[in-house]
C-alpha cells in the first residue's frame, strides 16, 4: 500500500504565509513527478505547482513569486512554501505523486487533501 499525507493547512491572514507537507508511505522502489493541486469551492481542481524527480520546477502564473515547491527525496516528502496568501487561494490542497511500485509499473497517488483559508 502506498499513502500520501498532506499537512500543514490552515487559517492564514492575507498577507501571511504556510508551509504545506506532503509525505509519501508504503512500499516502492521511486517517486517520479510530483505536484501540488488546489480546488476551491464551486471550481475545477487546477495544478499550483510541480516538481520532476531531478527537481525543476514549474508554476502556475498565478502563484509565480509567491510560492515555492520543493522535495527531499531522502525523507519522501514533497513540500509547498506558501508566501504572500490572497483570499482567493483559499481552496483544499492536494498533492499528487506518480510513484513506482515495480521496476516496470508506476501509476499517480492523491493525498486526502488539507485546507487552507486565507481571511482576515
Known amino acids: 500500500q502506498v499513502q500520501l499525507v498532506e499537512s500543514g493547512g490552515g487559517l492564514v491572514q492575507p498577507g501571511g504565509s504556510l508551509r504545506l507537507s506532503c509525505v509519501a508511505s508504503g512500499s516502492f522502489f521511486s517517486i517520479n513527478d510530483m505536484g501540488w493541486y488546489r480546488q476551491a469551492p464551486g471550481k475545477t481542481r487546477e495544478l499550483v505547482a510541480s516538481?520532476?524527480?531531478?527537481?525543476?520546477?514549474d508554476y502556475a502564473d498565478s502563484v509565480k513569486g509567491r510560492f515555492t515547491i520543493s522535495r527531499d527525496n531522502a525523507k519522501n516528502t514533497m513540500y509547498l512554501h506558501m508566501g504572500s496568501l490572497k483570499p482567493e487561494d483559499t481552496a483544499v490542497y492536494y498533492c499528487?505523486?506518480?510513484?513506482?511500485?515495480?521496476?516496470?509499473?508506476?501509476?499517480?497517488?492523491w493525498g486526502q487533501g488539507t485546507q487552507v483559508t486565507v481571511s482576515s
Open positions: 516538481i520532476a524527480s531531478g527537481g525543476s520546477t
Open positions: 499528487l505523486a506518480n510513484i513506482r511500485r515495480t521496476v516496470l509499473y508506476s501509476r499517480d497517488y
